[in-house]
């Protein structure tokens, strides 16, 4: 049965830091790009950042280029998003997915597999 837990979410204040986690279970995503989308309030779900499945290539969106930090250990079977000065704005839900390509792609209807998602709040 394929999983992915995400876990590491919560309220935190602008300027502020998180780590998500996302453990997976049954299959091998060791062969897996994996990414981190993100859905925020009254607004469609939206690539965050991605990374190949050997960890060689990253995709970040804009809004979280020099914030957000996308890693993986394929040993442990699980992807991390650091998260540091945490705007507002990034107040969403996060979802980690899995998608059996070699190119990092940012489209959520390409992913096969998807978490339930973590809660993020970015609030003083």
């Known amino acids: 049965q394929v999983q992915l837990v995400e876990s590491g979410g919560g309220l935190v204040q602008p300027g502020g830091s998180l780590r998500l986690s996302c453990a997976t279970s049954g299959f091998n995503v060791s062969r897996f790009t994996m990414a981190w989308f993100r859905r925020a309030p009254g607004k469609e779900r939206k690539v965050a950042v991605a990374?190949?499945?050997?960890?060689?290539?990253?995709y970040y969106a804009d809004s979280v280029k020099g914030r957000f930090t996308i890693s993986r250990d394929n040993a442990r079977n699980t992807v991390y998003l650091q998260m540091n000065n945490l705007k507002p704005e990034d107040t969403a839900v996060y979802y980690c997915a899995a998608v059996t390509s070699v190119v990092v792609t940012g489209e959520p209807t390409e992913y096969d597999y998807w978490g339930q998602g973590t809660q993020v709040t970015v609030s003083s």
């Open positions: 990374i190949s499945w050997s960890g060689g290539s990253k």
